[in-house]
């Protein structure tokens, strides 16, 4: 079964005109407007009783946490870096010694040869 799209069409257009109707008179009742004034009141006091009981409870407002996710954050990306930096910074080190070591043996052969031909022409 499918609905007829001009159907919906007129459903919500006639749900629109219902609902314009009803908001104009209540906005011009009077009891209607005072009553949401009233109520707009003890939601705005109902906001600064909940606000001064967290700040007495030391629980940090929406502000404060938001402030403190984006510390957190900047400092994980800050610690990111400086491990990528080390990483890079070690693997550098390593290849040094690991050719600084190639080349300490290269010395000690050609010093070793050295002493054999020295040994041998001695010898001989």
Known sequence: MTLDP???KRLRTRGE????QVSAELSSNPRFMQAMA?????????????????REMNVPSRSE???????IDALERELAALKARARTE????GAARRQG???R?????RQGARRRQAG???AG
Do not use: I, P
Request: aromatic share 2%; proline share 0%; charged share 40%.
């Open 6 to 8: 001009g159907f919906l």
């Open 17 to 20: 005109e219902v609902l314009t």
């Open 38 to 54: 009233g109520a707009m009141r003890g939601k705005e006091k109902l906001e600064e009783a909940v606000s001064r009981a967290l």
């Open 65 to 71: 946490l938001k402030r403190a996710v984006a510390r």
């Open 90 to 93: 070690t693997k550098e080190r």
């Open 101 to 103: 070591a190639r080349g």
């Open 105 to 109: 043996q290269g010395a000690r052969r």
């Open 120 to 122: 041998a022409k001695t």
